[in-house]
């Protein structure tokens, strides 16, 4: 069973970079056929796409968010990393890495969350 997981700092300043990471355990990120997502969900707001890279290491981000975000990999440690730049209180929520398959509407498996907070 596939397991992910997000890591970063939960407290970022205004106008800095928020950066996570997504371990994956249990199966590989160059998997044909898996994309894999960020996602985030302010406070009493609902769920929003952020972008995903897939199993060849393309990506594809949110238009509203798309001159801000970047999404890497890295194979040999199994992960993917997101980073949002110039980040306000605006960008505060709870962020999720979850896998989807190609040609799917539905995450196959989520992340726990991870809570960022943007304040100085």
């Known amino acids: 069973q596939v397991q992910l997981q997000e890591s970063g700092p939960g407290l970022v300043k205004p106008s800095q970079t928020l950066s996570l990471t997504c371990t994956v355990s249990?199966?590989?990120?160059?998997?044909?056929?898996?994309?894999w997502n960020w996602i985030r969900q302010p406070p009493g707001r609902g769920l929003e796409w952020i972008g995903y890279?897939?199993?060849?290491?393309?990506?594809y981000y949110s238009p509203s968010l798309k001159n801000r975000t970047s999404i890497s990999r890295d194979t040999s440690k199994n992960q993917f990393t997101l980073q949002l730049i110039s980040v306000t209180p605006e960008d505060a929520a709870v962020y999720y890495c979850?896998?989807?398959?190609?040609?799917?509407?539905?995450?196959?498996?989520w992340g726990q969350g991870a809570q960022v907070t943007v304040s100085s």
């Open positions: 979850a896998r989807r398959r190609v040609r799917h509407c539905e995450y196959e498996d």
């Open positions: 249990g199966g590989s990120i160059t998997t044909s056929g898996y994309y």
């Open positions: 890279i897939t199993y060849s290491g393309s990506t």
